[in-house]
Each structure stands twice: as C-alpha cells, then as structure tokens.
C-alpha cells in the first residue's frame, strides 16, 4: 500500500477536487522555476512552496470561511502570487486583484493567470487603482503576506482616503500601525482538519481608519 503524502493529505482531507489540486499543483511548479532567476520567494524548495504559499492560504481560507463569502479580494504586495492567485483557484466565484509593482513580478503574475486561465483575477501596479475597480455592492478585504502594514498605510494615507476604512487580513503576528485598530489575532492550526505535518499559522484581522 502507497504512503500518502503529506500534500495529498491536505488536498484530500480539505476535499477538494481533482482540477483545484491540478492547479494548486502547477501553481507550486511554476513559481519553483521561476524563482530560479526572479526573486518571487525566499522558499526555494517545493515542500517549502506547498507548506508557506499553498497550505497556509488554504487553511486561512478555510478558517474565514470564503467559499461561501461575497466579498472581493484585494492581495497587497503579491509578488509571488500568495494568497490572491491560491483564493482564486479556490473559489472561482470571488474577484480577486493582485497589486504588485515590480514588472518582473507583474510578469511572472501575468503568466499564471494565463496558464492556469483564471478568469476571476485582475492585476494592478498600485492599489489605488485596485480599490477603484472594486464593485460598490461587495465589500473588500485586503489580505498580506511578507509586507508590511505601514507599507500599506503609506499607499491609502492619500487625501482620497481621509475618513475611510478599509478591512485587512494579514499573515503574520501583529504589526500595528497609526488608524489601525486590530479587532483580533487568529491562531490557525492544521491540526483542526487533521493534517500531517503539524503546524499553525498566525492571521491578524483589522479595521484601517485613514
């Protein structure tokens, strides 16, 4: 009898389906090759990849429960393609936008969502331009992985902002900054679906007022 790996174990316990894996799988193959000569990750092996850029955005996924939300997802600071490119895989129902400025970056973006033709992604070199595209009947998350908060305070501090909230998910302990007032630090556990290897992830969620 077969071992089951430890990926498959993710993927099957969270039952998801064969073209899901199949993209979650290309997706982990493409960001391998090119980080070979485009700095997209410090994670340069493939189980590194799964556990940090796949695995972990699933878990959040399934924690914030987004297969059945109508919210639109805005990934600041995307670069590699985590969260945004793995929500959207996910659930082909939510609008997901990448903001990264890098041109490398945004080319590397580009060619995934070809390759994998996801339909529901749109990128951007800033998110000014992201928040405007976003439909007034759904409300937005900003989700973060690797990126600062005051980073993202610097890009909405703008005239245009004054008095606004926006609601931000980020991967990580909490980093706050001025306006931002943190409603709760999520401690997410593979654990609670039964998954081998063990591990946990931190999300902190808030509310930025500029």
Known sequence: MTEESPESQVFNRLHLGSETINRLSEYVEILASWNQHIRLSGYREKTDIRQHLVWEPLLAAQYFGLASSLCSIVDFGSGNGSPGIIFSILYPHLHVS?????????????????????????????????????????STEIWMKAISMQSLFLELSRPENKGKSFSIKKFGELDPVPGCQYIRKHVITSEAWSLSPIFKITVSEGLLTV
């Open 98 to 138: 990448l903001v990264e400025r890098k041109q490398k970056k945004l080319s590397f973006l580009s060619y995934v969502i070809s390759r994998l033709k996801l339909e529901n992604v749109t990128f951007y070199d800033n998110i000014r331009t992201a928040l405007a595209a976003q439909k007034t009947s759904s």
